[in-house]
């Protein structure tokens, strides 16, 4: 079972992930967490890159370079965890990189998609979990962490809107995407998650 997050910044789906994990670890199931871009040593060497605050990187690029992690993430984890019948947990896997980089960047979405295919190898979340949640709470959240804010939360709040449009869009052409509302208290939001999880994990 391979299981992915997604939301934008503040949304609390790393919150939920480590929830998510915990409930099913408590089941007796074996999980592995990874995360995007990173999860593997040349990942995270480029997610350093990717985040860094103050450098201005080409969309396409931006494309490209999460990309290039994921093919990594995905043959020296997540492919060997499935392999081995653990539930694998991403904080963020291609639905970011179509809501970011697609929506958000203005690249097209037949383009992006092409390219994340080719990292994948044609691999696809079983089930996403869209933690949804206002730019104005995504901007409250991030505000309380100002001093560590990466290149992406730095971005102005039109680009955000633009992102989590885009989220919301790929969530009612997608059915497997579930959306919940992260506005709500966290022992909330992960009841309803795992209510989702419970109809297609066996």
Known sequence: ??????????????????????????????????REPGGSPFGDTVRGIFLKPGLTINPLAEVLLVNASRAQLVRE??????????????????????????????????LVQT????????????????VDVSCE??????????DRRDRLEHEDEAFHRRVREGYLELGKRDAKIITIDGERPMDDVVDAAMAALSAVIV
């Not at 492919?79 to 958000?104: I, N, W």
């Not at 390219?115 to 869209?130: E, M, Q, R, S």
């Not at 709470?137 to 100002?146: M, V």
């Open 77 to 110: 984890v997540i492919f060997p965890a499935l392999e081995q019948g653990h539930v694998v947990l991403s904080d963020r896997f291609v639905h970011s990189t179509l809501a970011y980089q697609g929506y958000g960047r203005g690249l097209s979405l037949e």
């Open 115 to 130: 390219i994340c295919n080719i990292a994948t190898g044609g691999l696809a979340p079983d089930i996403t979990l869209l």
């Open 1 to 34: 079972m391979f299981i992915s997050f997604e939301g934008i910044e503040g949304s609390g789906k790393s919150t939920l992930m480590g929830a998510i994990d915990r409930a099913l670890r408590a089941q007796g199931r074996e999980t592995v967490m990874t």
């Open 137 to 146: 709470t995504s901007r409250n959240r991030l505000a309380l962490r100002s």
